[in-house]
């Protein structure tokens, strides 16, 4: 059977290539479609605010006329001049259970790769590391939790038998206030937080969101500089994707720490959109809406997905006192635990702050490259 990459160039590809998760995975796994309109604005290089400091392709493979996969490549010129590197990325992976396919897939994404100078090729990424990132290596019991994959078994396979190479796993860890046990020394860094350092939390504004998404991007590229595959993020796609989620953000779970009006720590926790995405199909027409409405009332995990803090105040206890007001909000609302990550393998000290809490890795997400310097 005749196998053929081919890049997408039309409209109707573009739909294939949004599509195409639904031919892959069947009715029974975990896999939660995402909302189609979301992910072709996502795709769009006219609004998409990542396409001013990258550039991508994308690619579909088709086997006798029907599409067996997918996949993108792109270059973060950003990341590259933060780094002074030459990586280029792919994301979007998606194929069937034929290492014929998902050779031709990372090899078409090599190539393109290639002809813009690139020398190594890391992913999977959907486009940035901020959004779907790895592929999954552990935890396919559990239903995944928003902006995080669910992949077959096989795709770990397909990876490395095209051989890529592990470039870095990031964890993902779970608690729940039933089984929660935190050593009390978290509280009691969070009782000495003002008095001790003069630093104070609250709650971020969603009325004010475009002044708390400029503190949160000052916190950011701060406290995540020193991060394996970091890349600075700018106010435009911080106010992008703060506008795309409007929807699903709870102020209740957004949290800035403040000395003297300055932003010194923030977590950003968001409840698990993937338990109402997981009734809608990937639509909103006709009836998807009034479906969300009603699953929205029975979201009752979240995802502590951003929390860091700057560098100077991390002798603060900063981090401590964030994680307790996620305790104390979760023992409030119908949320009651969820999970926290991802967090790289080679953090230590958030993966040992992990384990103070009582909490538990439950699923492992793989990072992997490619080095093209070595074949030259």
Not at 138 to 164: C, F
């Amino acid at each position: 059977m005749s196998l053929e990459v081919k890049p997408v160039r039309s409209r109707a590809d573009l739909r294939r290539f949004v599509r195409l998760p639904w031919r892959i995975y069947r009715t029974g796994d975990p896999w939660v479609p995402p909302l189609l309109i979301e992910r072709r604005r996502y795709l769009d290089r006219s609004r998409n605010p990542w396409f001013e400091h990258g550039e991508a392709e994308y690619f579909v493979a088709w086997r006798d006329g029907e599409p067996v996969g997918r996949i993108t490549a792109q270059v973060d010129h950003n990341f590259n001049r933060f780094h002074s590197s030459s990586w280029g990325w792919f994301g979007f992976f998606e194929s069937v259970d034929d290492s014929a396919v998902a050779s031709s897939l990372l090899e078409a994404a090599e190539g393109w790769l290639r002809e813009r100078g690139c020398d190594r090729m890391v992913g999977p990424a959907s486009l940035t590391m901020n959004d779907e990132a790895g592929i999954l290596v552990e935890g396919y019991d559990l239903p995944p939790i928003i902006q995080a994959p669910w992949h077959h078994p096989y795709y770990r396979r397909l990876m490395e038998g095209a051989g890529l190479d592990r470039a870095m796993d990031l964890l993902m860890w779970e608690q729940y206030l039933v089984d929660n046990n935190p050593m009390p020394i978290l509280f009691e860094l969070h009782e000495k937080l003002g008095p001790e350092h003069g630093i104070t939390i609250r709650n971020m504004r969603q009325r004010d969101l475009s002044a708390e998404a400029r503190r949160f991007v000052e916190v950011y590229n701060a406290a995540w500089s020193e991060n394996w595959a970091f890349v600075p993020i700018t106010e435009r796609e911080l106010e992008h994707a703060v506008e795309e989620a409007k929807p699903i953000l709870d102020e209740d779970w957004l949290f800035v720490a403040e000395k003297d009006g300055e932003a010194v720590a923030a977590a950003l926790t968001f409840p698990d959109l993937n338990q109402v995405l997981a009734r809608l199909d990937g639509r909103l027409l006709p009836f998807g809406w009034l479906r969300a409405l009603r699953a929205r009332r029975r979201i009752d995990r979240v995802r502590v997905g951003f929390l860091g803090v700057k560098p100077e105040y991390q002798h603060t206890g900063v981090a401590a006192a964030l994680y307790v007001e996620n305790f104390r909000m979760a023992a409030r609302k119908p949320q009651t635990g969820g999970e926290m990550g991802w967090i790289l393998e080679t953090n230590t000290a958030m993966n040992r702050g992990m384990e103070a809490m009582g909490a538990r890795v439950v699923k492992r997400y793989r990072m992997y490259e490619r080095s093209f310097r070595d074949e030259e």
